[in-house]
């Protein structure tokens, strides 16, 4: 089991959709409900929902990456509004779909992470206890 050392080695396994501690098994079952522990290492998530974060996220992302097609698609093209309106709505329902897990599997890692930090600062067992000081109460 290859435990994750770094937030960053958490967020890529997130965002991969696979568990953020061991990144072997699933994080997610069906489209984005999450599990309530990996299958592989065991590790628990319940109480890690990210609630609206994801959702906005994506709103982000997606509106940010089909503006360049949108300008397009208005400015230089010569097609009829309904045939830009399909286009444009297929684009951004495949650019949703495929972020919006992603974007939770992110979230949740951050979660599961932040929460291992403060953890590991509450019993004394943090590395560098400077760095998440503040977590302390």
């Given at each position: 089991?290859?435990?994750?050392?770094?937030?960053a080695q958490a967020l890529v396994h997130g965002a991969a959709l696979t568990?953020?501690?061991?990144?072997e098994a699933r994080l997610f079952h069906h489209y984005s409900k999450r599990v309530d522990a990996c299958a592989h290492c065991g590790e628990d998530f319940v109480g890690l929902d990210a609630d609206d974060g994801p959702t906005w996220l994506t709103i982000v992302l997606s509106t940010h990456a089909f503006w360049p097609v949108f300008m397009y698609l208005d400015r230089q093209s010569d097609m009829s509004a309904s045939t830009e309106l399909a286009i444009?709505?297929?684009v951004m329902t495949a650019l949703v779909l495929f972020i919006l897990p992603r974007a939770r599997g992110l979230f949740v890692a951050h979660m599961w992470w932040t929460e291992r930090r403060i953890a590991s600062v509450m019993?004394?067992?943090a590395k560098h206890p400077d760095a998440v000081?503040?977590?302390a109460p």
């Open positions: 089991m290859a435990d994750a050392r770094t937030l568990c953020p501690r061991c990144g444009g709505l297929s019993n004394g067992t000081a503040s977590a």
